[in-house]
């Protein structure tokens, strides 16, 4: 249904404008009494075989979703419903950012992807923080967290430990966001130097802590296998717990749209189908070459359960979806679920 009929309609109107509608109503719904329940008990599954404990958090199931879809921890609760196992909001900054001027998200229909150039628009830290205090305790949060586009590169610690501090205390894990292409030279960050100290001053931050909270990097998958070597070593020395392999690329070399309508789309990071090989690809070598010594959550370009496979079975412990969600539905989930609950 959702494929046959809502998504031709929803693909009618611009991307950013039915993100905002649709979680908006999404919200409205789940206020009706008994809503909330009903999604539920359509969408989840439930069983002891997806059931994981990663980074010692324990997930009812390994499907999360994707940082994007929830900037501002506006609707964690209601997304959650849809059977996912974790949410993951952000990529919020320390304060609040417009992004990119628009249009600044592009579906490619041919290609099942999108190209996008946000730039991590967002309401600032302090806001997701207000909107997390009353948060379920069963529902496991990562917190995403970048550096505002004005901040330079030599002053980026700063930002991503106010983040820090201010989401501790309501998150359950924290993920470094070095790898948006869509911030200029946020990238030069995944560089072996300045990476090394600056998740080294976040481990710090965490030990310093009564609690400490998992710390995962989300890489690029556009790096070399010799960054990728240097990703490896970078995790070894300063004890993170994890890597999210990968964010949007800027390859677009496998791309099946009109390249004239590439070219005037312009700048941005793609995702989808189009990232799912180079994402496998980086998950497979990160973990072969650490001897899977620590774990991989896997993004990119999942659009079915045989997708989540072999991403999980590359050396992902656990995966995320957003471009596949709203190309193929909240259904995903379930069928993801379902299939991985019957190996």
Same mark, same amino acid.
């Given at each position: ?131 997390? #205090?009353? =948060? /379920?305790?069963?529902? @496991? ?6 550096? $505002?586009?004005?901040? !330079? ?122 990232? #799912?090989? =180079? /994402?496998?690809?980086? @998950? ?6 650490? $001897?899977?010594?620590? !774990? ?48």
């Amino acid at each position: 249904m959702y494929k046959l009929i809502l998504r031709p309609l929803l693909f009618l109107i611009s991307p950013e404008k039915v993100h905002h509608w649709v979680t908006g109503g999404l919200k409205l719904a789940c206020k009706i009494p008994g809503k909330k329940a009903a999604l539920k008990a359509f969408f989840n599954v439930k069983s002891p075989k997806l059931e994981r404990e990663v980074f010692g958090l324990k997930f009812p199931n390994p499907v999360g979703l994707a940082a994007g879809c929830d900037k501002n921890a506006e609707f964690y609760e209601e997304l959650a419903c849809f059977g996912f196992g974790f949410i993951e909001i952000g990529t919020v900054t320390p304060v609040a950012q417009d992004g990119n001027p628009q249009p600044r998200m592009f579906r490619l229909p041919k290609d099942n992807g999108l190209i996008n150039r946000m730039g991590f628009n967002n309401l600032g830290v302090e806001a997701a923080v207000q909107r997390l #205090k009353n =948060r /379920s305790p069963n529902l @496991i949060i990562g917190g995403n967290i970048g550096k $505002n586009k004005t901040t !330079p590169n030599e002053d980026a610690t700063s930002d991503y430990e106010k983040c820090f501090h201010a989401l501790h205390d309501y998150v359950d894990y924290f993920v470094v966001n070095v790898s948006s292409p869509n911030t200029p030279n946020l990238r030069d960050l995944q560089e072996k130097e300045p990476l090394t100290k600056l998740l080294s001053h976040l481990i710090e931050l965490n030990e310093s802590k009564l609690t400490q909270k998992p710390i995962l990097l989300k890489i690029a998958p556009d790096l070399t296998n010799s960054q990728l070597d240097d990703i490896v070593a970078i995790v070894s020395y300063t004890k993170i717990a994890g890597v999210i392999a990968t964010n949007t690329t800027i390859d677009r070399s496998v791309l099946k749209t009109d390249k004239q309508i590439i070219e005037d789309i312009g700048a941005g990071g793609v995702s989808g189908k189009p990232a #799912k090989k =180079r /994402s496998t690809e980086v @998950i497979r070598y990160l973990h072969t070459k650490s $001897n899977g010594s620590f !774990p991989i959550i896997g993004v990119g370009g999942i659009h079915s359960a045989e997708d989540a496979i072999e991403k999980l079975e590359a050396g992902a412990s656990l995966i995320q979806i957003f471009t596949g969600f709203i190309y193929e539905g909240p259904g995903l989930i379930k069928s993801i679920n379902k299939r991985l609950a019957n190996i």
